[in-house]
């Protein structure tokens, strides 16, 4: 029966225990109703993390849940983006409308791509064939939305509770990290084994971090991490920022 390496079967524990360490934590803190996507990422996570423990690698049906799993945790990654903005944009509510709409469109544009893309292979495609491409897609355009959001919450002077900024920075590493490596292996990258662990161990260090940082008490603690080089113009640009804002708004009435 086909197992994964050694050192992978350790991190696969230590992520297991990670995650489930994690849900019970946010669930204990009420955080779960909170950030209701990705609570619901996490547990879906932690249940696919399960499947190489309760089923062998190389069966059929371990295919067809880990297909089937997948394929739900990528919608949960467009999900998980969406909450995100709308927890950093939450004052603003003209541009969080826009950016809400932006990648709505984005993401529509992506699946009709991949399904594009799948008609045009002229050889039978595979179940995993469809998963890849669609994920690879579906990824590829996430990766843009978080980088502009975190260079967003890096340049702007948004006051925002603790655990949102914990909850996007770990993200941020978690996702783009996730993204990569999905990229090279599905690429037939020849250090696939090197990177899929890579991968696994920043998991587990963002699951830590998330275990650490997030807590009840960081949904009142307000903090301002943008603008940190030039404080001066910190009202300057949030009053950009309003502006922008309330001038969307107006045009939204319209």
């Known amino acids: 029966m086909h197992q994964l390496p050694v050192e992978q079967q350790i991190l696969l524990v230590v992520q297991i225990v990670a995650l489930a360490t994690l849900c019970l934590r946010m669930w204990r803190a009420r955080l ?3 950030y ?3 609570f619901g990422y996490l547990v879906l996570e932690l249940l696919q993390s399960l499947i190489p423990v309760l089923v062998p690698l190389d069966s059929r049906t371990y295919r067809n849940i880990y297909v089937a799993s997948q394929a739900l945790i990528v919608a949960f990654y467009a999900l998980v983006v969406l909450e995100l903005y709308s927890k950093v944009l939450g004052d603003l ?4 409308n826009l950016a809400r709409r932006y990648i709505q469109i984005i993401l529509a544009l992506a699946i009709g ?3 594009l893309l799948l008609g045009l292979v002229k050889s039978k495609a595979t179940l995993t064939g469809y998963l890849i491409t669609f994920e690879r897609t579906v990824m590829a355009s996430l990766v843009v939305f978080i980088l502009l959001v975190t260079v967003f919450l890096v340049y702007y002077p948004v006051p925002l509770g603790r655990n949102i900024i ?3 920075m770990g993200y941020a ?6 993204a990569a490596t999905t990229l090279a292996v599905n690429l037939g990258h020849p250090w696939v084994r090197v990177l899929s662990s890579m991968a696994m161990t920043v998991s587990v260090l963002c699951l830590t971090f998330w275990i650490i940082a997030l807590n009840r008490e960081g949904e009142t603690k307000r903090v301002v991490i943008g603008h940190q080089w030039n404080p001066a113009d910190e009202q300057k640009l949030r009053a950009q920022l309003d502006a922008i804002n309330a001038s969307l708004l107006r045009s939204h009435g319209k």
């Open 32 to 34: 779960q109703k909170t």
């Open 36 to 38: 209701v996507y990705f």
């Open 93 to 96: 509510t003209g541009i969080a």
């Open 113 to 115: 791509i991949a399904l």
């Open 166 to 168: 914990a909850y996007l």
């Open 173 to 178: 590493v978690y996702f783009l990290t996730r």
